[in-house]
């Protein structure tokens, strides 16, 4: 039966791979990749340079295609089934790719940023393949390191106090208010700086970008006093390099 390793590759590091990642690797026949377009070369790019540094060259091929585009202007009621249909139709390009690039003894991989069972979207994207009943294939999951673990990494803080809870959310969520009981708040995918919203708030801001490449910017402290410099680098590197990974932990109350 063909198999699948489902692999976290950290934020951008090679060296934040896992033995175990590195096992699976090299236990790979296939690679199956992703392209995003001229505007995110680099991730395509950032892959290879894993491989290159992990895996004997010439012990495995590599197979890319283009990603379906996604509908990012929904909002509200209409922002699931969008999300749904994005999910769908990589959905039948992984099956495409699977049946018919993987031989049937072969061995395949999914490089996923960060941790996949953190916000991303491929174990859920396999599950629905098997459903559909086309092609049969087993599958296992690498744990990576998140850009959440390397982010207070970065910043040298916990993601916790002592004895007090964390939460992470999204942008999307974060504009909808800040959770109560909670003051250790992680925000992914936020496109919209909604950090803004809290700037007169006893807040602080720990925030990073491109974290684990050369390209990693780090910035933190009251949000008064660091948003307006997150919002100016953020704008440069977007113009520069013409998308943006980033997230924040946001820190409120006493004893922070």
Do not use: C
Not at 4 to 16: L, M, R, T, Y
Not at 167 to 194: C, F, K, N, W
């Amino acid at each position: 039966m063909r198999t699948i390793h489902v692999i976290g590759i950290g934020a951008g590091d090679p060296e934040q791979l896992t033995l175990q990642a590195v096992r699976a690797l090299r236990d790979t026949d296939v690679f199956f990749v992703l392209d995003k377009g001229e505007a995110k070369a680099d991730l395509v790019r950032l892959r290879h340079d894993i491989l290159r540094t992990h895996v004997p060259e010439g012990t495995y091929r590599v197979v890319e295609a283009r990603d379906p585009e996604r509908d990012r202007g929904a909002s509200g009621a209409a922002y699931s089934p969008a999300v749904g249909d994005w999910r769908s139709a990589r959905a039948g390009i992984y099956q495409e790719l699977i049946a018919g690039e993987l031989g049937e003894d072969e061995t395949g991989a999914f490089l996923v940023w960060g941790d996949p069972a953190l916000y991303d979207s491929t174990l859920g994207i396999l599950e629905e393949i098997l459903e559909r009943g086309a092609v049969t294939f087993a599958y296992d999951v690498v744990p990576g390191i998140s850009s959440v673990s390397a982010l207070v990494a970065r910043h040298r803080t916990g993601l916790n106090r002592v004895a007090r809870p964390v939460q992470i959310t999204t942008g999307r969520r974060l504009a909808e208010g800040l959770p109560e009981g909670v003051d250790d708040v992680v925000v992914m995918l936020d496109a919209h700086q909604t950090f803004r919203r809290y700037a007169d708030q006893d807040i602080d801001i720990y925030w990073g970008a491109y974290i684990g490449t050369p390209d990693e910017i780090l910035v933190s402290g009251p949000i008064a006093e660091a948003a307006p410099r997150i919002e100016q680098l953020r704008a440069e590197a977007r113009e520069r390099k013409g998308w943006i990974m980033d997230t924040y932990l946001l820190r409120r109350g006493p004893g922070k």
